[in-house]
């Protein structure tokens, strides 16, 4: 079993950043690919970023690429998201999530993803 803890959300200004964190528990972090969903009120779950296992290759979404960086540390067992830039519209709560074996590149849909965290609301404000 794995456990996922996010933190580091908040409210932020627009144009203002925000780093979220994930700390992961329970099994061999390395084997686990990586990746940070968000939902807004009303909307589906939908993809963020993802990184691979060894934190060499790393995939955005279109909605943040240029503005948000994934990242991961194997020693510490934990995987960031630097949000900078931050609109309105990037309000959801942000949920991290691992995938075992990081058997599919990239992952980019929510079934393609074993575990998840409880989230972490982050809120942009005009």
């Known amino acids: 079993q794995v456990q996922l803890v996010e933190s580091g959300g908040g409210l932020v200004q627009a144009g203002g950043s925000l780093r979220l964190t994930c700390a992961v528990s329970g099994r061999t972090f390395s084997f686990y690919a990586m990746g940070w969903f968000r939902q807004a009120p009303g909307k589906e779950r939908e993809f963020v970023a993802t990184?691979?296992?060894?934190?060499?290759?790393?995939y955005y979404a279109d909605s943040v690429k240029g503005r948000f960086t994934i990242s991961r540390d194997n020693a510490k067992t934990t995987v960031y998201l630097q949000m900078s830039s931050l609109k309105p519209e990037d309000t959801a709560v942000y949920y991290c999530a691992a995938q075992a074996g990081g058997r599919e590149w990239p992952a980019t849909r929510v079934v393609m993803y074993d575990y998840w965290g409880q989230g972490t609301q982050v809120t942009v404000s005009s």
């Open positions: 990184v691979s296992r060894s934190g060499s290759s790393t």
